[in-house]
């Protein structure tokens, strides 16, 4: 009778929309409607009406619906594996592989180019734009050390990474929007540093892949169909 009683029992679990979002769940929903107003899916009320409400929204279920209707939505979501916040001790070497440096000036990375294990970036009443989105990575983890000094340091890397962030802003803003990559052979990217009077900011450029983890991929697949075929 008692196992009866547990079975009729019902599940209080609470279900994956149930769950409350975090601040990282709303920028993201903010990211993509961002987006969705630059492709011209959305108007600027509806924009700025989504927006409103994702901010506002307490489960992630009340976030989703801001983008049931959009094509971002209905994209495959792999199971993301989780990077480490931070890098293990001796990863990475004491001096920078690359330095980019802007005092009263600007100075960028980007196009095809090579990274090292070790980037840093100075502000200095400057701009720095470090741009990873047809980098080539010669090293599965990266460090970015950014420091700005009323100055500014951009950072964009390609969607399929993981990217992490363990710097601060003092009266300025160190921003940087994690994500995980579904591929655990993808670079991961850590950003570290201090905005003074400054931004650094660090985000995902959509529509942007590692070339690398691409071919990659390819040649697996092409492995497979040889072996299937007997070649």
Do not use: C
Request: net charge negative.
């Amino acid at each position: 009778m008692d196992l009866q009683k547990h079975a009729q029992q019902p599940d209080t679990t609470p279900r994956s929309t149930e769950l409350r979002a975090s601040d990282a769940d709303r920028d993201r929903i903010v990211e993509l409607l961002h987006d969705a107003h630059a492709e011209g899916r959305l108007t600027a009320d509806e924009h700025a009406e989504r927006v409103e409400g994702a901010l506002t929204a307490k489960t992630l279920g009340e976030l989703e619906r801001f983008i049931q209707d959009l094509p971002a939505a209905h994209e495959r979501r792999a199971a993301p594996l989780s990077a480490p916040g931070r890098p293990a001790a001796g990863v990475f070497p004491v001096d920078p592989d690359d330095s980019v440096v802007a005092v009263f000036s600007a100075a960028a990375r980007k196009g095809r180019w090579r990274t090292g294990r070790r980037i840093h970036a100075y502000a200095v009443f400057g701009s720095v734009e470090i741009d990873l989105s047809e980098a080539l990575f010669d090293h599965q983890q990266v460090m970015i050390k950014a420091f700005s000094v009323f100055g500014s340091v951009e950072i964009r890397v390609p969607e399929n990474v993981s990217l992490r962030g363990t710097g601060g802003g003092v009266l300025g803003a160190f921003e940087v929007v994690p994500q995980d990559s579904p591929d655990d052979n993808a670079p991961v990217i850590y950003v570290d540093g201090w905005a003074i009077l400054g931004s650094v900011e660090a985000r995902p450029k959509r529509g942007k892949l590692v070339k690398d983890i691409l071919d990659r991929v390819q040649r697996t697949v092409d492995r497979s169909m040889r072996k299937h075929l007997g070649h």
